[in-house]
């Protein structure tokens, strides 16, 4: 199995986040990927801990895994904010399509 880029990784973030419109807030501290949810429950945790085992060797591995009340933190070093801006762009691209007819 080979790691996903980046932009594969954001892809499954949202995937495994429950979709761009489950995602509440994105932002980041030095060496975390904070992620709030509108739905805390559409969100399984086991699927980021596969997706931590698919990155071990990747251009950002997920070193850990923090579980907040209605948040995930992704312990990616300090590529968290990096990791964040694309993840961003991301999500506004997925909400702008969602607005397309």
Request: hydrophobic share 45%.
């Amino acid at each position: 199995m080979t790691s996903p880029t980046r932009t594969e990784l954001c892809e499954k973030i949202i995937a495994i986040s429950g979709g761009a419109e489950n995602i509440a807030r994105v932002w980041n501290c030095a060496t975390r990927l904070r992620l709030s949810f509108v739905d805390p429950d559409a969100v399984s945790i086991e699927n980021f801990k596969t997706l931590a085992k698919e990155t071990e060797a990747g251009e950002i591995p997920i070193a850990g895994i923090i579980e907040r009340p209605g948040e995930i933190h992704l312990v990616v070093g300090f590529k968290a904010r990096s990791l964040r801006v694309e993840l961003g762009a991301s999500l506004a691209g997925a909400r702008s399509e969602d607005l397309i007819p």
